[in-house]
């Protein structure tokens, strides 16, 4: 059975920390992963990947895939309040839209 | 560019009765997919639709069922309402094509309440 799991769960920092998200799959027919930012309403895009795109950033964010290893991180440098959030990652499968979706991993950042 | 539209926002059903979702997708995105978000499974793909076809389907029940129109805007149904289908629902649309299908864009979600 496809899956997708996401460590840690929960996390609390302070501001200016630096913080590693880590998600692992097992996913036939992978096509992609993605990361979204989720704050009390619909996620928000962050970045995907794929095997020709294996490291993505904007800003303080960043991400890479290992595609031989099966996982991928998500790291946040110079945290922010607003970066309190969950972060869920998602494999594409298959040839058509469907996402298969972590447990998410819960950020807080206090100030 | 408008993003991707869902109404109701919040709904208050009965057990056993059926509910309409509605959504608009981003203009030119001709996928729409539906997910279903609780706090103890998570996200979960309920099914897609491309150019008015259900492309793939999640494992759920066949009370759940949705449909594509014309124009992309998509339509889902949940027949029979049970307690255990109050959650978030998701809308979410992508480009078409490739590895763009997968670049989802999520809409504010309805929030269903079965009671």
């Known amino acids: 059975e496809d899956k997708v799991v996401q460590s840690p769960l929960s996390l609390v920092v302070h501001e200016g920390d630096t913080v590693t998200l880590n998600c692992s799959y097992e996913v036939t027919n992978f096509r992609s992963l993605l990361w979204y930012k989720q704050e009390k309403k619909a996620p928000t895009f962050l970045f995907m990947l794929t095997s020709s795109g294996i490291e993505k950033k904007s800003g303080r964010l960043s991400s890479i895939l290992d595609k031989k290893e099966l996982f991928s991180i998500l790291n946040i440098t110079a945290t922010q309040t607003g970066d309190s959030a969950v972060y869920l990652c998602a494999v594409g499968s298959g040839n058509t839209g469907k996402l298969i979706f972590g447990q998410g991993t819960t950020l807080q950042v206090k100030p | 560019k408008a993003g991707v539209t869902q109404t109701p926002r919040y709904l208050i059903k009965t057990r056993g009765q059926q509910v309409t979702l509605s959504c608009s997708p981003i203009s030119g995105h001709r996928s729409v997919s539906w997910y279903q978000q609780t706090p103890g499974q998570g996200l979960q793909f309920l099914f897609e639709y491309f150019s008015e076809t259900q492309r793939n389907k999640g494992n759920f029940p066949g009370r759940f069922s949705g449909r594509q129109f014309s124009n992309s805007r998509s339509e889902m149904n949940v027949s029979t309402l049970e307690l255990g289908d109050s959650a978030l629902y998701l809308c979410?649309?992508?480009?078409?094509?490739?590895?763009?299908?997968?670049?989802?864009?999520f809409g504010p979600g309805t929030r269903l309440t079965v009671t």
């Open positions: 979410a649309s992508s480009p078409s094509g490739g590895q763009k299908t997968y670049e989802q864009y």
